[in-house]
């Protein structure tokens, strides 16, 4: 169960770093390529590591606690099921 967890955790930090790692730009737009031709004019690309840090912690957190509750629920379940034992029929006499 605990491998379990700690890869759901792990996949969720990937998830959140891709998302934030798509919609970040890498590279100036069109527009502000073609506005650096005038001298004064500089294209300032915003670092997005801070961003991609942050969404992979927590996509790491959201996952792991829910991978862990249905772990939980999972295991409350089972025990459940072991503690209520059939019930044996009386024999039939012949």
């Given at each position: 169960?605990?491998?379990?967890?700690?890869?759901?955790?792990?996949?969720?930090?990937?998830?959140?770093?891709s998302l934030v790692a798509t919609t970040?730009?890498?590279?100036?737009?069109?527009?502000?390529?073609?506005?650096?031709?005038?001298?004064?004019?500089?294209?300032?690309?915003?670092?997005?590591?801070?961003?991609?840090?942050?969404?992979?912690l927590v996509g790491t957190i959201v996952?792991?606690?829910?991978?862990?509750?249905?772990?939980?629920?999972?295991?409350?379940?089972?025990?459940?099921?072991?503690?209520?034992?059939?019930?044996?029929?009386?024999r039939a006499l012949a």
């Amino acid at each position: 169960m605990f491998a379990t967890i700690v890869l759901t955790g792990c996949l969720g930090g990937l998830i959140g770093y891709s998302l934030v790692a798509t919609t970040c730009p890498d590279q100036p737009t069109r527009a502000e390529q073609m506005l650096e031709q005038i001298k004064t004019f500089h294209a300032s690309m915003p670092s997005c590591a801070w961003k991609e840090l942050l969404a992979a912690l927590v996509g790491t957190i959201v996952a792991a606690i829910g991978a862990a509750t249905i772990a939980i629920l999972v295991l409350r379940a089972q025990s459940e099921w072991r503690s209520h034992l059939p019930r044996r029929r009386p024999r039939a006499l012949a």
